[in-house]
């Protein structure tokens, strides 16, 4: 595993999950435990706030942080998978942009080419949003991601193209606790071609997405904490294929050739309640366990934190 400068730092590792629903956000009773909020993680590595999506969970983040900082300065950053609703919808909610003081860096691939500032502004033009991009007073600076491999104060990031629909990156932070990688959507394409399917929606060839598959494979070889797109059953997946996310059976068998040591599921679908997530993690750990492995898998819960190393019960309650 490669390791940073930091490794000599001392402070552990943590990560905590502010949003971990896909598509839309679900309040309501039936989601109460695993919560209703879209993609949003905060990872707290040495002296770095990296956060990791923009969805609705950046709300009671950017909240927590103005709580924690007070009037001190917080200099975070964003990195955005994507610009779908779901993963940016909590940016204009994010309080810690409209404080003079603060320093915020966002970086992410935009799809459309249509220039990520232009993106982000859009979704805050009236008759949208109350307030411009523009008018917001936090020194915001947004960077095209162009170096696949950069570096956030001393936590090496990597990215990679995950099977999404537009353009979507994946990331993997190198931290002195060990490595996260967060892949929030993503569909394997080979799992996605031995189904039927509408030709038009089929990826190119077999030797393409089985490279492809590989690819990911090895990008992941290792990590310590795996957030992966996990958003159907085994049953659903059939009638999706193409939709650019994965079922709970793909999840597995990716973590278990990418030797990840732990899974959080991720991207919960709207339409699955508290216990269908949960039979889906009773599902995932009865894979693991015929396959013999010693993956630990859990379904991302929001307010549940990480620490990094992992060791075995390591999850917390909060
Ligand atoms: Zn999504
Ligand atoms: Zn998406």
Known sequence: MPRTAEASHTTPTRLRFWGVRGSVPTPGPATVHYGGNTSCVEVRAGEEIIILDAGTGLRPLGRALVAE???????????LTHTHWDHIQGLPHFLPIYRPHNHIRILGYEGARQG??????????????????????????????????????????????????????????????????FFPDNEIQTRHRALPGPPAKRPPSPDF?????????????GTDVLILDAQYDCD??????????GCVDDAVALALQAEARQLFLF???????????SRMVEHARRLVTEQKGALQ??????????????????????
């Open 69 to 79: 900082f007070n009037d001190h300065p917080i200099k975070l950053t964003l990195l």
């Open 116 to 181: 990520l500032v232009n993106i982000l502004s859009n979704q805050m033009e009236s008759p949208y949003f109350p307030v411009g991009f523009s008018e917001v007073p936090g020194n915001i600076g947004i960077e095209e991601l162009k170096d696949m491999d950069f570096t956030v104060g001393a936590v090496r990031v990597q990215a990679h193209f995950a099977n999404h629909p537009g353009v979507c990156v994946g990331y993997r932070l190198f931290t002195a606790g060990g490595s996260v990688a």
């Open 209 to 221: 997405s089985q490279a492809q598959d590989q690819k990911l494979i090895e990008f992941l070889r």
């Open 236 to 245: 659903e997946y059939p009638q999706h294929t193409g939709w650019g996310h």
């Open 267 to 277: 991207h919960h679908d709207p339409d699955h309640d508290d216990a269908h997530i």
């Open 297 to 318: 898998v859990e379904a991302a819960r929001e307010g549940a934190t990480v620490e990094l190393p992992v060791s075995a019960r390591r999850t917390g309650r909060a």
